[in-house]
């Protein structure tokens, strides 16, 4: 094989690859119906002028057997007349007006024949379109209905584009996110080992811990003193409560003093009376 022809080859090739892909089923079944309509009605207006033409011809017959009617009539008055010569004549042009007949007929015939060979096909091709148009509406239905299943297959599959594209952006969100989580505990690991010291500060990890303990210590201590006075707090509150008592005692024992003396106030005043 030459260059060239491997190069055509190439080529058609490729355009044939585009050509398969950038088809529509649908649309090609459409456009092949409409081709045989488009044939169909050629082949109607085929048997149109076909039948014209037989009818120019039979109208042609009609007018020359008018004329043999015509020369006929014409050779009887002749011969009436004594005029043989031009009975003669007539007769004459009766037989070329016959022959002519002859003629015309077995065109017509012909014409006829092909006419009904035509409406023939006519018919077995219309019959034909339709149906290959039941069979063009149920494979586009057909083509339709799996080019949607297709679509919601791949959809919930999460074999389509969009779906591979999704997943592939959730994956790497989660390895970055990974990564960030690993790299914030690193770092955390590494400020409370004391690996990193603080660059604003002139302390180093020795005098951080003892400052710790010294502040755990200073915690306790101030935990004990609110201790201590908690306690205190509720000796106080005791000691309190036991005074109102006797307050209380107290003022109760005056009320009832006082009635008496006034329930004895009353029986001398009775007495004296």
Not at 34 to 52: F, H, P, S, W, Y
Not at 170 to 179: F, V
Not at 238 to 257: C, G, L, N, Q
């Amino acid at each position: 094989m030459g260059i060239l022809s491997r190069t055509s080859y190439v080529i058609r090739s490729k355009i044939n690859s585009l050509l398969n892909r950038a088809e529509d089923p649908t649309e090609t079944l459409d456009y092949s119906y409409e081709k045989m309509r488009d044939e169909l009605q050629q082949v109607k207006q085929g048997i149109a002028d076909l039948t014209t033409q037989k009818k120019r011809l039979e109208i042609q017959k009609r007018r020359l057997e008018e004329n043999v009617e015509k020369h006929n009539d014409q050779a009887r008055e002749a011969v009436q007349q004594d005029r043989e010569d031009l009975a003669r004549k007539a007769l004459e042009k009766k037989q070329a007006k016959m022959s002519q007949i002859e003629e015309l007929e077995t065109q017509i015939a012909s014409l006829q024949e092909t006419q009904d060979q035509l409406v023939n096909k006519k018919d077995e091709l219309q019959s034909r379109i339709e149906e290959f148009r039941t069979k063009k509406e149920t494979m586009k239905a057909r083509y339709e209905a799996a080019e949607a299943s297709s679509r919601v297959s791949e959809a919930m599959t999460g074999v389509g584009d969009e779906m591979a594209d999704v997943g592939r952006a959730l994956e790497r969100a989660e390895e970055q996110t990974d990564e960030m989580e690993a790299r914030s505990a690193a770092m955390d690991e590494l400020m409370d080992s004391g690996a990193f010291d603080d660059a604003l500060s002139d302390k180093d990890s020795i005098e951080r811990e003892l400052e710790a303990g010294r502040t755990s210590a200073e915690v306790d201590t101030e935990l004990e003193t609110l201790k201590a006075e908690m306690g205190k707090s509720s000796g106080s509150s005791s000691e309190s409560s036991a005074d109102a008592d006797v307050d209380v005692e107290t003022d109760v024992t005056d009320e009832e003093v006082e009635a008496e003396l006034e329930e004895l106030k009353n029986e001398d005043d009775s007495s004296s009376s």
